[in-house]
């Protein structure tokens, strides 16, 4: 007996050819958005970088500026820029003291707690970077107080390590055809001394990558180094009060003043004498101011029977 052959059906060429067609769409769909999503990522991480890395460390440099203190010290401890270059780049130095509250805390170990100073010894500083020779690190340099020098000693904060240039140029006058001076009261035998009228400050700086292989089509290498510039002027106020020198007097005293008689000289009172009067007069017919009727010159106490007490005696 012959069993009847059942059907054996499945799947044509062509159709294994479209199914394989559409999930290749799919795919290479998924994969572009991907490559968006990623594209994405990269360039908030640069713009993050653009805007927040360069600027803050300038706004630092600024406040420490604006806050500069030079009251009751040389001039050669006002402010100082060194003109600097280190591995080829620009690595400028500059020192002074501010009146910025102290960013790095001071441990007091009597009472344990941290100590900050209203005046510190601030500077910028720069040093090649030890495992890659492009780049330099830019630190913070702090010191609590003040001492008698005002740009050596303190504690380093670290800032950046990408940074490729530190540029500092200082102005005499103000206008657009003055020449920048690179170097600042260097010295004590230095030319340009005191304030600065103005400071422009130029930091250059490379972005770091976010991964090894940045997915950024249209962002080519040279655009990666960006120069932050900051220009700051000195207020008026603060140039005319450091044109102006304050030099210590000793005050002149002048001697006593008596009620009736002119000056009392000083070398003539003697309290132990009757009849020398109290300069600011009392009862009695004393000699000199009418002061009391056997009291001495002192004017603050009066001898027996009602003296030069200035408040009335007896």
């Given amino acids: 007996m012959r069993l009847p052959r059942t059907p054996r059906s499945g799947f044509t060429l062509v159709e294994i050819m479209v199914v394989l067609l559409i999930m290749s769409g799919l795919l290479v769909a998924i994969s572009q958005v991907l490559q968006s999503a990623r594209v994405s990522r990269d360039t908030i991480h640069n713009i993050q970088e653009t805007e927040l890395v360069g600027p803050t460390i300038l706004d ?28 080829g780049n620009d690595a400028d130095r500059i020192d002074l003291i501010s009146g910025v509250n102290s960013l790095v805390f001071t441990q007091d170990k009597r009472q344990e707690r941290p100590l900050y100073a209203d005046l510190n010894e601030v500077g910028y500083v720069l040093r090649r970077r030890p495992d ?37 140029k200082c102005f005499a006058e103000n206008g657009p055809d003055e020449e920048p001076v690179d170097g600042w009261n260097v010295d004590q035998n230095s030319e340009h001394t005191g304030l600065p009228k103005r400071v422009e400050i130029a930091l250059t700086i490379e972005l770091e990558k976010r991964v090894a292989r940045e997915q950024l089509k249209d962002f080519k290498e040279d655009q990666r180094v960006v120069t932050y510039r900051r220009i700051y002027r000195f207020p008026d106020m603060l140039l005319e009060a450091a044109s102006v020198e304050i030099v210590p007097k000793i005050p002149v005293i002048e001697p006593a003043v008596g009620g009736g008689g002119g000056p009392i000289p000083m070398t003539q009172i003697d309290p132990s004498a009757g009849g020398g009067g109290s300069p600011f007069g009392g009862p009695g017919a004393g000699g000199g101011g009418g002061g009391g009727s056997s009291g001495g010159g002192n004017p603050f106490g009066g001898g027996s029977g009602g003296g030069g007490n200035p408040f009335g005696g007896g």
Avoid: H
């Fill in 60 to 87: 630092m440099v600024e406040r420490d500026l604006r806050a500069i203190s030079i009251l009751n010290r040389d001039k050669q401890y006002w402010i100082r820029v060194v003109d600097r270059t280190v591995g």
């Fill in 132 to 168: 890659m020779e492009d780049f330099l690190e830019l630190f913070r340099r702090e010191s609590f107080g003040v001492d008698d020098k005002p740009f050596e000693g303190g504690r380093y904060t670290f800032l950046c390590n990408r940074v490729l240039g530190f540029d500092i």
